[in-house]
């Protein structure tokens, strides 16, 4: 791999780091500080279910992150991932509570801002009621729990030794299931801005199993996470374990669970495929902070005891931080965008052309879109999504739907099917009628990613995209990592972008 | 996977242990309830020395078993946030099995004079202390097994102890209207007093114990 690349991968690594070491705590923090597990099991056990769950289940959170802003060049993802850290570092060190998923998101907007594209409103209000609910729902969940746990305990009359015993390995149990649930749901903030520029390419494992370069890229930031528990997080656990409201090992392993709950529900596509296929409403898959979790937690249980030890000033202190975060963030991550770009000369974006073809005009007027006022900007090509989208804009009003098919319609993204490229094409992962309808393009040229798409659609049936559900998800998503992987492979650089 | 099945065993075995340590409790206080009884009845004979030597035995076990727990429990470094209140728990355990030895030797070295119409408020305050002790020992197998019932026993710990100081008071106010001598009296009201410690001890350990339920149940 190119020396650059792993260079700036490192500020991804750096932040993967700084997850491990701080937000470890959160899951064997009470445990390990009051000594009932010992801090070597717990870094095991934390560094192995982390990299568990950002491997098999982290790509849900990330896609949403994606969805928020796709930062398509590596400077500009090593950029971002910077800036989150520094707001982290900066705002951990004046004291104020910070978490990765609220600095990483202004980030992705500062990239935003600063590229001319657009951030996408309604992943964004998606992002902050997350951030809201996520104490919310960790206090909902403790304070019953914590509630049947006392009941389960009082009838069971374990001994005070058997109930240590069963703690313990209750602790270690709400550990691992607790890092899983911080891999799968806070690896979108280490790695997820590197999703678009990652270079790792899909690969077999004995013809079974493939890892795919997300996979690739998450392993490697969650094995960050896992050095950041070993090298710094003992320190944390036996702060956090000694300092924080004092809690008995039962009370804490409700908490761990609670906390390891919430997480876990905004991460996990196996539960969204789920409850969609039951026509139950789903829970939008969204980095949310660990941190926060623990605090609403505690807080349920302390609102169930009467709420007299309560601080209410810490909470005031977390709904700031859900605005200053992400602002501080922004503003860190469009400053050093411009430093990068233009005093390292480092191309922190990839500018991506929109122009209304003939072509895309005609399948506009096919999906019944208003195109009337628009003839006059026909051929026009436009700087970035922003200048397009007021240049639209200043026509014709969209709603927020016709506003994305235009988007859509109009990103240039030139591609050529050439005869040498198809001879490199992964026809395994493919299947092989895809490959075969994908042969019959040879020679093809395209303006746009939609483009190749329908026309491989039309040549056979298993690259069309089935109706935007949560129960057809899945698969639209295993036919978008193949169209993804044919972008990149038959991308025609030669183009004017 | 057999770590934590090791772990398991050997808190099967240290629950046997803490449970044989309170049974030590409970015997020694049987045994010196036995030994005043006889010795009010025949004075010092072979059956007090008996009960002397068991309480010497019980006060040996109890040293040994309450020495292994407290080395468990610091080895494997368990119940940490509660482990200092148990070992005090403990200590102040077996402090009542001393004191029920120590005054059966007593007995045999002072031989004090119990004048016949003492014998049975005598005998009295030894049931209730007993009694309070026994109450004292089902508080302590409650906080290890059901904080629930703590309260209660502690309830009856609190009621027997007062009934003792009721006796013994009544005890000192009758040896000291007495036509015994000054001596004698005296000596009385020492092993009045060496009798109703039993239970003072009892309830100083119960009043522990309800704060260390407090804190188990946070």
């Not at chain 1, 690896?187 to 370069?213: R, W």
């Not at chain 1, 005891?305 to 209410?312: E, L």
């Not at chain 2, 014998?119 to 409650?142: G, K, Q, Y």
């Not at chain 2, 006796?167 to 040896?175: H, N, T």
Request: charged fraction near 20%; glycine fraction near 6%; include cysteine.
């Amino acid at each position: 791999m190119d020396i650059v690349v792993i260079l700036f991968l490192t500020s991804g690594l750096f932040l993967g780091w700084s997850l491990g070491a701080n937000d470890a705590a959160n899951v064997f923090g009470t445990a390990v500080g009051t000594r009932m597990v010992r801090f070597t099991t717990a870094a095991l056990v934390c560094s192995i279910f982390v990299i568990l769950g950002a491997v098999f289940s982290g790509a849900g959170a990330a896609n949403t992150l994606g969805t928020l802003g796709s930062v398509n060049a590596l400077a500009g993802s090593f950029v971002a991932a910077l800036s989150a850290a520094v707001t982290v570092y900066l705002m951990t060190r004046l004291g104020l509570p910070v978490s990765t998923s609220q600095a990483i998101v202004g980030a992705i907007i500062g990239w935003n801002l600063f590229s001319g594209s657009i951030t996408d409103s309604n992943t964004l209000f998606k992002i902050l009621g997350t951030w809201v609910a996520c104490p919310l729902l960790a206090g909902v969940i403790a304070a019953p729990l914590y509630k049947i746990t006392q009941r389960v305990l009082g009838w069971a009359q374990f001994h005070l030794l058997r109930l240590d015993a069963y703690t313990r390995a209750a602790l270690i149990f709400a550990g691992a299931f607790g890092s899983y649930s911080l891999g799968a749901n806070n690896i979108a903030n280490v790695m997820g801005v590197f999703v678009e520029v990652s270079p790792f390419t899909d690969f077999d494992i004995g013809g079974m199993v493939t890892f795919t370069g997300i996979q690739q890229l998450f392993l490697i930031g969650a094995v960050a996470i896992g050095v950041g528990v070993f090298t710094y997080s003992k320190k944390v656990m036996l702060t956090v374990g000694t300092s924080l409201v004092p809690l008995s090992p039962v009370a804490a392993w409700v908490v761990v669970i609670a906390h390891s709950i919430v997480l876990f529900l905004f991460a996990s596509e196996g539960l969204e495929y789920l409850l969609a296929s039951s026509g139950l409403p789903t829970i939008p898959l969204v980095p949310v902070s660990s941190s926060q979790a623990v605090v609403g937690a505690v807080v349920g249980i302390g609102i169930l005891k009467g709420g007299k030890n309560i601080d209410w000033k810490i909470l005031g202190n977390i709904g700031a931080g859900w605005i200053t975060t992400p602002i501080i963030s922004a503003v860190v991550c469009f400053v050093a965008l411009f430093f990068m770009q233009n005093v390292f000369n480092q191309q922190v974006y990839r500018e991506t052309n929109y122009s209304l073809s003939s072509t895309a005009m005609e399948h506009l007027v096919e999906k019944g879109f208003p195109v009337e006022d628009l003839r006059e900007i026909q051929g026009n090509t436009y700087r970035n999504a922003s200048i397009y989208r007021a240049a639209i804009l200043e026509r014709t009003p969209l709603t927020e739907a016709e506003e994305a098919m235009a988007l859509r319609f109009g990103e240039i993204f030139y591609t050529k099917i050439t005869p040498n490229k198809l001879t490199k094409i992964d026809r395994e992962w493919l299947g092989e009628k895809r490959s075969v309808a994908l042969e019959g393009l040879s020679g093809r040229s395209f303006m746009y990613k939609w483009q190749l798409a329908e026309f491989l659609a039309r040549k056979n049936t298993q690259w069309k995209l089935l109706e935007q559900t949560t129960v057809n998800k899945v698969y639209n998503k295993q036919i978008k990592s193949r169209l993804d992987y044919l972008y990149r492979t038959f991308s025609d650089a030669e183009q004017p972008r | 996977m057999s770590k934590t099945l090791a772990l398991f065993r050997k808190t099967r075995f240290l629950e046997n242990q803490i449970d044989e340590f309170l049974d030590c409790v409970s015997e020694s206080s049987l045994v010196f309830k036995g030994a005043i009884k006889t010795y009010l009845e025949h004075g010092i004979c072979d059956d007090f020395n008996a009960s002397t030597q068991q309480a010497g035995e019980l006060e040996t076990r109890g040293d040994e078993l309450r020495r292994a727990i407290e080395t468990q429990l610091y080895e494997q470094t368990l119940i940490p946030d509660l482990r200092a209140d148990v070992l005090k728990l403990l200590e102040d355990l077996d402090n009542l099995i001393n004191i029920t030895q120590a005054n059966c030797y007593r007995f045999t070295i002072e031989t004090p004079e119990i004048p016949l119409e003492f014998h049975s408020e005598f005998m009295d305050l030894t049931d209730t202390v007993i009694s309070c002790v026994d109450a004292v020992v089902m508080s302590s197998r409650a906080f290890f097994r059901n904080i629930e019932a703590v309260r209660d026993h502690n309830t009856k710990v609190m009621f027997y102890e007062t009934q003792a100081d009721k006796i013994s008071s009544k005890l000192k106010v009758m040896a000291f209207s007495s036509d015994l001598p000054k001596v004698e009296k005296i000596h009385l009201r020492y092993f009045i007093e060496r009798i109703d410690e039993l239970a003072n001890e009892a309830e100083d350990i119960a009043d522990a114990l309800a704060i260390y339920t407090i804190k188990r149940s946070i």
